[in-house]
């Protein structure tokens, strides 16, 4: 299935890419496959999303899919229905502070 | 004619100026990364078209671009940097025990002799190196392991690796420097390491002639005298002629002997200039006026060059690695400041003009003989 991703700019920026994205996801849509599939079409982004070595999320970096927070949710866990579908993308957004 | 191309790091992206040899107009390129933070770039001595630079972010982690036309186009190189084995604990600010982690590279050092070659000081205090042209990094973690390491404790900017001194005339012989825990040298390419700071008096630590704990801010040395280092630490402007063995301060009559960048002039190997700071808390310098201070004399004795600096209401700082020399004949000498300007001088600093004044916090500057 292709899934839509939504990229912050300075990973925009650093991928090369315009607008949104998408990756070819084979078997259940989770945030690890989602991930893996985005870092092998973009090898550039390995490490600024999360850890190489660990899978770790960086801490400033979130996930959000339908309006749902999914940051602190398993790897393992599958996305919503309509990200699977590609009515809705998958954010990847920078945590920001307010000031 | 030869030119000068002079590699700026700022804390929102990149820029590189570009000069012929008068070095009186200037052509100024970029941002490149643009919001990214540019901790330091640097060309390589063998193939000066090639270009490395350290691209980090607080969100989204360490990047290494290459470039291989001067800073015109540029390629993702590795960005893994994984110390050697378990990492261990040093010390953090309150003394207990803290886990070595990597935050970013704060230096890189390409070889004198191969362009695939490049060293990397990073935060947490340790020394990389990578031979394929920064596809992949290796630690040579001898510095880190060879004793002293769980009683290094980091400066306020962290626990980073930010000077590189490699010997031109001993490719086994290299010089690192960590705030806050000293110089220390290699005689066996990076094997095997030791503390080298004797003489170094530090008030502000328990041991104030500890064998580690200072906060050195920067080393240079002249290519044609390598056991000669100068040192600008926390407090005190030092030299050693014994490649380390033995330091000596020579602050002499600085108005401030606190500072960051230390470099020495290109053609003089006594001649050296330091930036003085009013105060480790008040980083700005002394009186408001902006004033490099020269010696001739290899330290001690020093005068400040003031033609073309503000002299008054001046209040930036000069980061450790915001000063640096071309090789041209006069010697220039640059420099960024945390308020955006990028001086230059084309006569040994006898004078001074912006070349640049209105970018982001300059973080680092490197000039290149084209």
Redesign the interface.
């Known amino acids: 299935m292709t899934i839509r991703v939504v990229l ?4 925009r ?2 991928a090369r890419v315009e607008d949104e994205v998408h990756v070819e996801v084979t078997g259940a849509a989770t945030l690890r496959s989602v991930l893996d599939a985005l870092e092998a079409a973009y090898p ?1 982004l ?4 999360r850890d ?2 660990t899978k770790k999320r ?1 801490d ?2 979130r996930f959000y899919a339908c309006e749902e927070d999914y940051s602190l949710e398993s790897p393992d866990t599958a996305l919503p229905e309509d990200v699977k579908t590609g009515k809705e993308p998958f954010l990847i957004i ?2 920001l502070a307010g000031g | 004619m030869s030119g000068v191309r002079v590699l700026v790091g700022t804390k929102k992206g990149a820029f590189v100026l570009t000069a012929d040899g008068t070095r009186k107009t200037w052509d100024v390129t970029g941002p490149h ?4 933070e540019m901790y330091h770039l640097k060309g390589s001595p063998a193939e000066p078209n090639r270009v490395y630079a350290s691209q980090t ?7 290494i671009q290459r470039s291989d036309d001067g800073g015109k186009t540029w390629e ?1 190189a590795g ?2 940097f ?1 110390y050697d084995g378990v990492p261990g604990t040093h010390q953090w600010y309150d003394g207990t025990a803290h886990p070595w982690e990597f935050a970013r590279v704060w230096h890189l050092e390409p070889s004198l002799t191969d362009p695939d070659t490049i060293y990397a000081g990073v935060e947490d205090a340790a020394l990389f190196r990578s031979t394929d042209g920064g596809k992949t990094w290796q630690e040579m973690s001898g510095l880190r392991k060879h004793g002293t390491g769980p009683a290094w404790q980091p400066g306020a900017g962290g626990l980073c690796l930010h000077t590189i001194i490699l010997d031109p005339r001993n490719d086994q012989r290299i010089f690192v420097a960590i705030s806050a825990a000293g110089a220390f040298r290699s005689d066996d390419g990076g094997e095997n390491w030791k503390p080298i700071n004797n003489g170094l008096r530090s008030e502000y630590i328990p041991n104030p002639t500890a064998e580690v704990g200072h906060c050195v801010h920067r080393i240079a040395m002249h290519p044609s005298r390598p056991n000669v280092l100068f040192m600008q630490k926390h407090w005190d402007v030092l030299r050693t002629d014994d490649a380390g063995d033995n330091w000596r301060e020579v602050s002499g009559n600085l108005p401030s002997d606190f500072g960051f960048p230390i470099a020495v002039h290109a053609h003089e190997p006594e001649t050296i200039y330091v930036v003085p700071i009013k105060s480790d808390s008040e980083h700005y310098p002394p009186d408001a006026k902006l004033r490099v201070y020269r010696s001739r004399t290899g330290g001690e004795d020093w005068e400040a060059l003031t033609k073309g600096l503000p002299q008054e209401n001046c209040y930036v700082n000069i980061l450790r690695d915001a000063m640096s020399i071309d090789t041209l004949d006069p010697c220039g000498i640059y420099f960024g400041t945390t308020g955006g300007q990028v001086y230059g001088s084309a006569d040994g600093g006898d004078s001074w003009a912006p070349i640049v004044r209105d970018l982001p916090a300059v973080l680092s500057v490197e000039a290149q003989v084209i």
């Not at chain 1, 390995?46 to 999303?49: A, L, V, Y």
């Not at chain 2, 990364?33 to 990214?36: H, L, N, S």
């Open positions: 912050p700019q300075h990973l920026t650093l550039v390995r490490g600024s999303i190489h070595v960086r400033f970096v920078g945590a | 990364f643009g919001g990214w972010s607080g969100w989204f982690g360490q990047q993702a960005n893994e994984t």
